[in-house]
């Protein structure tokens, strides 16, 4: 674990243990002391003395008790804090390669699931440590009370973990087990919330309800079924820890009998007793939920994960990458021979697709969904490798680009475009931060939403999507329409930019795409005839390679001619 | 016709109770009683244990014979085989108890929930949402646990505790239950303290979930145009905020803690001197003195977890918190317990002069519009313009404001739920797939539709060839974890949906906004099609409506601003399968 705040918090945790377990010791022969003085027969003693140092006893345990518990939760909460900035790191770097799984699992492990670590790292790690340096501690004070009875909290003590390991090994199997049941049913349950507008307009939502509750009991009969097993290890810790006592005061009971040993160290050893084994049971106890707490460091380590498929943080170790980036507007930018396989699906994607986007050329690419359209924009931004052939800006591997210079120089509109839950300005800025009020509203106006910045309440400043004001899938397009209108880029990749739009939008945004794709290069795929018309070139995809496509040609200004192309190098030169 | 049959905890008048409280919940009683039984035993073991042990050992000293201990001997041992046992069995009593409130929260929540979608949940409905509330009810649940335990085990202690002790000498038990008394208040205390710096906690915690979502739908963009930097500086920023709540509990949790320990000895100490007092006035003798103190050791023991439970149940609090919030929200409409409705077949659709509103502001105003049976209508206009509200209105998922919608001249306000989707089937525009299997997800629509039957709703939205290359047919697991759709397929599902429904009128909302726009204008010709006869009410941008509809509006502002007959050509609603043809348009 990479978290040197866990190491500082349990070094700090067994320090502050050590001197409670010292005054845990001081009030035990304190105690001692003063109840045998009061046996028939022997003399009272110093009581003033016993009970000065009961006081200090309590007095620094106490004191002990703030300055650990302080530390442990302050621990807890930087190491989560940690984990969480981690996995929000990796999972945004992953995400536009397509494999950071889906939102909601990575909220529900940054969520819910750190949360079992403030148990785990402000509770069990510090107790665990606690259970090992405490015990033997109280042992060597044992052993100086009375050695005979430190042979057998030593005993005791090199059983519990013994046992611990057992029993503990076997719960550890089945928490994990549990933690799934408990994440498949609520994946069951989320899904049929989603769906609950669906199920009410069928009005099937009274069997959607018994599925729910059969699946809430099945859950709860095989979690008790579970615990029954996991409370095992806590039985056989507890037992072993009451009967330890036992096992202490009948032989000392007896041995006071024939006076081998003293009633006042008899009295310190039973009463130190039970101290011996509490943290060890806290620790057992708290076992069943650490484990919970590392199932859920398990999950954050695997979503954080050893590497960074997309190159989007750093730069993979060793290899130097060029900063200076080819200009699409001057050269030509290729896919050549890709090959481009996902998991789960039988047939490559792409395999063998070439394509030439020459500079200051359109390419419109047009055909049914799933045939690996937004699959090449990825691949254009550098999101996904090509597991064949290469993607080429002037004949250099975009593998061999760094990856954040390249896309300064793309201007990207994704699929299923998404705002921040932030303002509208924010929102258009992160496009161009350094743009002007008048450069958003003039970008709104070309992408055909001039009513938006002046329609909302607070207008640029209105807050939207979560939390704020809610967008329509077609003010949602046309807001990031605007930011690809804001952001002057070489190479523009456009994925269906106006899906959601009517005819009349869709014109004014195809006049202001017009006018920025002036001289640059583009990858456009759409559906749309209207946007095809932008096009020097339309191909098609077909088997997972580029075929030319003539269709979609209103005004008869689609074809295969790369005349326009030539223009715009010429143009680039 | 038969009313809202079948129906059990739905969404009716008089029907579900919604998430209000722990207390409402109720608990069940058997198990709690089995639960407490074995806490009292666990407790009563622990104490006696010690004093059991205090009292054998302090007894030993004075050299009895052997016999005088045999009996504390056993007992000793049988303590401390009984506490572990009972322990045991009062851990699973409680979780027994608690998932069963658990199961039930569920159930509430689900009440709850189910009058709210679509409509009544505002912007934050999305699936990433309710499945908080889900986790919320957890959260609560797991709280709950802890906090039975605890206060079984301290009452079980203190009241035990202090009852020997009062026998063995009044004195002492008074001062022993002053001391666990006032630990108690003292662990309340300290958790009150650390409330506020909890709640801030889980105020950030929330926003770092919602930053979370709201980050991962934005990291394309985000990673393309270079501005990863802004994430780093929000979490930055939740993370500062979550730490000074964080360094607040932590320190209230000390103090708890520290509070507690030092009241323990101080307690302890209170007892010891109290007993002595006593055993020089003659009161008790040095062994029972040995024998309050061990008591008093054992029930201390036990307050001294009060203030890291406590500490813990500040998450339990803020999950009950939204989920109580949650409750109180209105239902948008309240659906009529007996069915007015129609008899089945085609009727009448009619909107008269109506009005919605949401959240203050008129979505839709004076839309009057008559679909008799068989009419096709399409409602056109920008985003925003009242086109979803009009749907809505229809389907009864939120009230006219003013005028009203009907179904064969009964206001939908009248209709049962059940009623309605007799009449409409209704296709969203994103439609969502149950982590089920193909024919299930269709069955959603009818229940008792046959395997030919869906096959043949497939067919008719052109997803025959996607059906023949499934290798499992109909038992083929879609959604979450199973096979991947596009988005077309989805839709294409939805539409196959709302065919199977059998209803006489489809409401379609922008059914291909995400369909393959080259075939999709093929699947609204297929879905008329195979509507046949069908009323339609159809919004959508495809070009071509006016082959396929009988009449255009178009809607701007929420109110109509044009109306245009159209002629239908007959021919329009091509045969199924013929999608993966070129546009031709």
Known sequence: MQLPVVRRTVTASAAVGLVSTATVVVQAVALAHLLA??????????????????????????????????????????????????????ALARAPSGDAGGPGDLATVAGRGLDALDVYIGRCLPDLVLAVVAPLALAVA????????????????????????????????????????????????TDVFEGLPILRAFDRTAEQRRRIETAG???????????????????????????SVALLAVPLGLRLLNGTVGLPAALAVLIVAPEVFLPLRRASAEFHESTEGLAALGQAMALIGPGDPSGVGRAPRGERRLREIPDPVRVPVELRAVRFEVTGRHDPILDGADLTIAPGETVVVVGPNGTGKSTVAALLLG??????????????????????????????????????????????????????????????VAAGAPDLAGDLPSGLATRLGAGGRPVSSGELQRIALARTLLRRGSLYVLDEPTVHLDAATEATVVTGLRRVLEGRSAFIVTH??????????????????????????????????PEPAAAGAGAGQ | ?????????????????????????????????????????????????????????????????????????????????????????????????????????????????????????????????????????????????????????LVASIVLGTAVALVVEPGVGVVLLAGAVAMTV?????????????????????????????????????????????????????????????????????IGRAGATFTATAALAAVVATGIAAHDAGHVSGVMLAVEVFVALAVYDQCAVLPLVLADSAAGRSAAHRLWALGALPAPVVEPDLDAGPPDGAAEIAFDGVRVTHDGTVALDELSLRLPPGKRVALVGRSASGKTSALYALLHFVPCAAGRASIGGVDVARITRAGIARHIGWVDDVTHVFATNLGDNLRIADTEATE???????????????????????????????????????????????????????????????IDPTSSADVLDELVGATGSKTVLVISHEPGLDRLVDEIVTLEGGRVVDRQATRRDPAAGRPPGAAGCSSDH
């Open chain 2, 186 to 254: 003292v662990a309340l205390v300290a958790a009150r303290l650390g409330r506020a710096g909890a709640e801030r906690e889980a105020a950030a915690r929330a926003e770092l979930a919602d930053s979370v979502i709201d980050t991962m739908r934005v990291a394309r963009e985000l990673v393309a145009f270079g501005r990863e930097d802004l994430v780093t500086a929000r979490l930055a920023e939740i993370r500062r905020r979550s730490n000074s709540g964080a360094a607040r509990r932590a320190f209230a949790t000390g």
């Open chain 2, 452 to 514: 030919a039957s869906c096959v043949a709703a497939l067919a008719a939205v052109g997803l025959a060839a996607w059906f023949a290359s499934l290798p499992e047919g109909l038992s083929t697991r879609l959604g979450a974890g199973g096979r991947p759709m596009s988005a077309g397929e989805r839709q294409r599902l939805g539409l196959a949906r709302a065919l199977l429904a059998g209803g006489d009128t489809l409401a379609l909302d922008e059914p291909t906004a995400h």
């Open chain 1, 37 to 90: 003085g009061a046996m028939p027969g022997a003399h009272p003693g110093d009581r003033l003395t016993a009970f000065v140092a009961l006081g200090a006893a309590a007095a620094v345990r106490g004191l002990a008790a703030l300055v650990g518990e302080t530390l442990a939760h302050l621990g807890a909460t930087k190491a989560k804090a940690d984990l969480r900035a981690q996995l929000v790191g990796a």
């Open chain 2, 1 to 153: 016709m038969t009313p809202a049959s079948g129906r059990g905890g739905g969404s009716g008048a008089g029907g579900a109770v919604r998430v209000g409280s722990m207390r409402s919940l109720g608990l069940a009683p058997r198990r709690l009683t089995r639960a407490s039984v074995s806490g009292t035993i666990g407790a009563a073991s622990g104490i006696g244990l010690l004093a059991t042990s205090g009292w054998l050992i302090t007894r030993a000293a004075g050299r009895p014979p052997v016999f005088v201990l045999s009996v504390a001997i056993g007992l000793v041992q049988a303590f401390a085989v009984a506490r572990g046992i009972a322990r045991y069995f009062e851990r699973l009593g409680v979780h027994d108890v608690s998932l069963d409130l658990l199961g039930r929260l569920r159930l509430r929540l689900f009440d709850t929930l189910e009058p709210l979608v679509p409509g009544g949940l505002g912007p934050t409905g999305s699936g990433e949402v309710l499945s908080g509330f889900v986790s919320d009810a957890e959260i609560i649940a797991k709280a709950f646990a802890k906090r039975v335990t605890t206060a079984i085990d």
């Open chain 1, 528 to 561: 749309r005839p209207a946007v095809a018309d932008l096009a020097d070139r339309v191909v098609r995809l077909s088997g997972g390679r580029f075929v030319p496509a003539e269709l979609l040609a209103p005004n008869g200004t689609a074809g295969t001619s």
């Open chain 1, 217 to 243: 009991e099945a859950l709860r009969e095989a979690s008790l079924s579970t615990l029954r097993t996991a409370f095992l290890s806590a039985l056989v810790l507890d037992t072993l820890a009451s009967v």
């Open chain 1, 142 to 189: 044992v052993g100086v009370l009375d050695w005979i009875s430190g042979v057998i909290v030593v005993t005791a003590i090199v059983l519990f973990p013994v046992f611990g390991a057992l029993v503990g090994r076997a719960s550890l199997a089945l928490a994990g087990n549990r933690w799934r049941q408990v994440e498949g049913l609520g994946r069951h349950i």
């Open chain 1, 383 to 444: 999101f996904v490798q090509p597991s064949r052939g290469a993607v080429t800006v002037g004949g250099v591997d975009l593998a061999d680009l760094d990856p954040a210079s390249w896309r300064e120089r793309v201007t990207y509109l994704p699929e299923r475009p998404a705002l921040l839950g932030r303002t509208l300005a924010e929102n258009l800025r992160l496009a161009d931060p350094e743009a002007s009020e008048e450069a958003l509203v003039a970008a709104l």
